[in-house]
């Protein structure tokens, strides 16, 4: 068996539920700014996103797609 890993909005993955492709979600929720900024010096280290906004982002995405 093998798996596609994509990077999609909230919506896709609902639009996917809704064709039964039934995907399986991955957050990485980080606990804080600092946190955010630790992940993502290891995954990406050539990354300059701002780590607040990546941040704001999570909580974002917490609050109003828990249900994914």
């Known amino acids: ?3 596609a ?11 996917l539920n809704y064709t039964q492709w039934y995907p ?4 990485l929720n980080p606990d804080s700014k600092q ?8 995954l990406v280290p ?3 996103r701002s780590s607040r906004k990546l941040y704001e982002q999570a909580v974002k995405l ?3 797609c828990s249900h994914l």
């Not at 946190?35 to 290891?42: C, E, I, S, W």
Request: charged letters at 30%.
């Open 24 to 27: 399986i979600v991955i957050f």
């Open 35 to 42: 946190g955010v900024k630790t992940m993502r010096n290891r």
């Open 1 to 3: 068996d093998r798996h």
């Open 62 to 64: 917490r609050k109003t």
């Open 46 to 48: 050539g990354s300059n």
């Open 5 to 15: 890993l994509l990077d999609v909005t909230p919506k896709a993955v609902d639009t």
